[in-house]
C-alpha cells in the first residue's frame, strides 16, 4: 500500500462544525470530510480493493465511497491531518490477512486430568445411590 498514491486520492471537503465555539463556529468551515472511491484507487490492487470493499461494507455507501469525518478541533488543518491518519489506520488494519488458526491436539496431562476428574464425580454420584434391594 503506497501511503503518498492514497492521499492523492481522497477527497476533501471543509463543513461547518458544530459545538461550542460562538461566533467562530458558525462563520467557519472547520470540520474535514474525507471520501475514497475504493473501486476507482489505482494505488491499490485488485485482491486489496475487494478484501476492503468485503470487510469495510458496512461503512461504504451505494456509491462505492468509503466517508469519514473529523470535527474535534477548531482548526481545519488539524481535523484534515486527524482524518488523514484514521482512514490510513482503518485500510491497513483491514488489507491485514489474518493467519489461519493452526489446530492443535490436547496434552496427555489434560488428558489425564479430565479423565481423573470425571472418575472421582462418577464415584461421588454412584456413592449418593441407595443399595440396591435384594
Not at 462563520?27 to 470530510?33: F, N, S, Y
Not at 469495510?56 to 474535534?72: F, H, K, N, P, V
Amino acid at each position: 500500500m503506497q501511503t503518498d498514491l492514497l492521499i492523492k486520492e481522497f477527497t476533501f471537503k471543509a463543513v461547518r462544525s458544530s459545538g461550542p465555539g460562538g461566533q467562530h463556529v458558525n462563520k467557519t468551515a472547520t470540520k474535514v470530510e474525507v471520501s475514497f472511491l475504493i473501486l476507482a484507487s489505482e494505488a491499490l490492487s485488485e485482491a486489496e480493493k475487494q478484501r476492503l470493499y468485503t470487510k469495510l461494507a458496512s461503512r461504504i455507501s451505494s456509491e462505492g465511497t468509503l466517508t469519514l469525518q473529523c470535527g474535534e478541533t477548531r482548526s481545519q488543518s488539524r481535523n484534515k491531518a486527524i482524518v488523514i491518519e484514521r482512514l490510513l489506520r482503518l485500510l491497513k488494519e483491514n488489507l491485514k490477512v489474518s493467519k489461519p488458526r493452526k489446530k492443535t491436539k490436547p496434552t496427555k496431562s489434560a488428558i489425564e486430568r479430565r479423565l481423573k476428574a470425571k472418575k472421582t464425580q462418577a464415584l461421588k454420584k454412584s456413592s449418593r445411590k441407595p443399595p440396591p434391594l435384594d
